[in-house]
Protein backbone atom coordinates (compact mmCIF):
# COMPACT_ATOMS: atom_id res chain seq x y z
CA UNK A 1 0.00 0.00 0.00
CA UNK A 2 1.48 3.78 -0.96
CA UNK A 3 2.24 5.96 1.66
CA UNK A 4 -0.69 8.55 2.06
CA UNK A 5 0.66 11.63 0.98
CA UNK A 6 2.13 15.37 2.83
CA UNK A 7 -0.43 18.04 2.77
CA UNK A 8 0.24 20.75 0.57
CA UNK A 9 1.12 24.12 2.29
CA UNK A 10 -2.60 26.18 3.33
CA UNK A 11 -4.37 23.21 2.26
CA UNK A 12 -5.40 21.73 5.41
CA UNK A 13 -8.29 24.47 5.81
CA UNK A 14 -9.76 23.62 2.97
CA UNK A 15 -9.90 19.87 3.89
CA UNK A 16 -11.50 20.84 7.42
CA UNK A 17 -14.44 23.03 5.65
CA UNK A 18 -14.93 20.22 3.47
CA UNK A 19 -14.89 17.45 5.94
CA UNK A 20 -17.63 19.26 8.60
CA UNK A 21 -19.99 20.33 5.49
CA UNK A 22 -20.60 16.55 5.15
CA UNK A 23 -22.07 17.08 9.25
CA UNK A 24 -21.11 18.04 12.52
CA UNK A 25 -17.65 16.00 14.08
CA UNK A 26 -15.94 15.89 16.86
CA UNK A 27 -12.29 16.62 16.22
CA UNK A 28 -11.09 13.58 16.26
CA UNK A 29 -13.59 12.54 13.85
CA UNK A 30 -12.79 15.56 11.22
CA UNK A 31 -9.13 13.77 11.23
CA UNK A 32 -11.00 10.17 10.49
CA UNK A 33 -12.97 11.94 7.97
CA UNK A 34 -10.25 13.23 5.85
CA UNK A 35 -8.73 9.80 6.21
CA UNK A 36 -11.94 8.14 4.69
CA UNK A 37 -12.79 10.26 2.09
CA UNK A 38 -8.89 10.59 0.93
CA UNK A 39 -9.28 6.62 0.95
CA UNK A 40 -6.66 6.89 3.36
CA UNK A 41 -4.06 8.60 0.88
CA UNK A 42 -4.01 11.46 3.33
CA UNK A 43 -2.79 11.45 7.45
CA UNK A 44 -3.33 14.46 9.46
CA UNK A 45 -1.56 14.69 12.30
CA UNK A 46 -3.38 15.65 15.69
CA UNK A 47 -0.55 18.02 16.04
CA UNK A 48 -1.67 20.21 12.97
CA UNK A 49 -5.64 19.50 13.33
CA UNK A 50 -6.13 21.13 16.65
CA UNK A 51 -4.25 24.52 16.34
CA UNK A 52 -6.09 24.51 12.01
CA UNK A 53 -10.06 24.14 14.18
CA UNK A 54 -9.35 27.06 17.05
CA UNK A 55 -7.77 29.45 13.79
CA UNK A 56 -11.13 28.57 11.65
CA UNK A 57 -13.60 28.74 14.37
CA UNK A 58 -11.89 31.97 15.26
CA UNK A 59 -12.05 33.33 11.71
CA UNK A 60 -15.53 32.85 12.15
CA UNK A 61 -16.01 29.13 9.48
CA UNK A 62 -16.62 26.83 11.77
CA UNK A 63 -18.64 26.76 15.05
CA UNK A 64 -18.42 24.39 17.99
CA UNK A 65 -20.85 23.16 20.60
CA UNK A 66 -19.79 20.64 23.38
CA UNK A 67 -21.50 17.38 22.90
CA UNK A 68 -21.30 13.62 23.73
CA UNK A 69 -19.40 11.55 21.87
CA UNK A 70 -19.77 8.09 19.83
CA UNK A 71 -18.25 6.10 23.50
CA UNK A 72 -20.29 8.39 26.27
CA UNK A 73 -17.64 10.61 26.05
CA UNK A 74 -17.67 15.04 26.28
CA UNK A 75 -16.62 16.05 23.05
CA UNK A 76 -16.49 19.54 21.28
CA UNK A 77 -18.27 19.07 17.33
CA UNK A 78 -18.02 21.39 14.40
CA UNK A 79 -19.95 22.37 12.23
CA UNK A 80 -19.77 25.10 9.26
CA UNK A 81 -21.09 28.42 9.10
CA UNK A 82 -22.62 30.45 6.03
CA UNK A 83 -19.58 32.35 5.93
CA UNK A 84 -17.60 29.00 6.39
CA UNK A 85 -19.42 27.67 2.94
CA UNK A 86 -18.56 30.76 1.25
CA UNK A 87 -14.92 30.44 2.14
CA UNK A 88 -15.21 26.36 1.20
CA UNK A 89 -16.42 27.63 -2.76
CA UNK A 90 -13.92 30.24 -3.33
CA UNK A 91 -10.90 28.07 -1.86
CA UNK A 92 -12.15 25.09 -3.83
CA UNK A 93 -12.28 27.13 -7.01
CA UNK A 94 -9.70 28.68 -6.00
CA UNK A 95 -7.91 24.78 -6.00
CA UNK A 96 -9.02 24.26 -9.29
CA UNK A 97 -7.84 26.99 -11.07
CA UNK A 98 -4.25 26.47 -9.62
CA UNK A 99 -4.53 22.65 -10.64
CA UNK A 100 -5.58 23.31 -14.10
CA UNK A 101 -2.61 25.95 -14.34
CA UNK A 102 -0.56 23.57 -13.54
CA UNK A 103 -1.78 20.68 -15.36
CA UNK A 104 -1.11 23.09 -18.19
CA UNK A 105 2.57 23.40 -17.38
CA UNK A 106 3.28 19.98 -16.76
CA UNK A 107 1.82 18.89 -20.21
CA UNK A 108 3.92 21.11 -22.31
CA UNK A 109 5.77 19.84 -24.77
CA UNK A 110 9.13 20.78 -26.07
CA UNK A 111 7.35 22.32 -29.21
CA UNK A 112 4.99 24.45 -27.39
CA UNK A 113 7.75 26.79 -26.16
Known sequence: MDKPLD????????????AVSLGPLHGYGVLLRIQQISKDRLEI???????????????GWITSEWGE???NRKA??????????????????????????????LHTTPEEV
Do not use: C, F
Open 7 to 18: LLQGTLDMLILK
Open 76 to 105: KYYRLTVAGKRRLQAETEKWNRMADVIAGI
Open 45 to 59: QQGSLYPALYRLEHQ
Open 69 to 71: SEN
